[in-house]
């Protein structure tokens, strides 16, 4: 069973992932989170969170070889597990639910 409820931070996190169809290396999320999201965060705090999440059954990763781009230091590639997609959907629909009934308040963006 995912977790019943996922902060905003984590569902975008799961969202930058999942538009990465190979998987998503920390630099990537960091660039979807930013562009798309508006949402500027440092790389600790991206890898604290994608710790949490997979401690929490949400992302998994594997190691990859150094490249030169990145001084050979090896790196993660991340993606999203069954139960994270399960969870993010869960979340979305429980924002779809509390917002029906507000359009006249909210606009188009309730809907």
Known sequence: MPPRFLGEFEQMVLMAILRQKEGARAVSILRELDTRAGRSVSRGTLYKTLERM????LVEWEAEDGTPE????PGRRFSVTGRGISALQESREAYRRLGEGLEGVLGEAGS
């Not at 997979?54 to 059954?57: N, R, V």
């Not at 990145?70 to 230091?73: E, F, K, L």
């Open 54 to 57: 997979e401690a929490k059954g």
């Open 70 to 73: 990145r001084g050979d230091r």
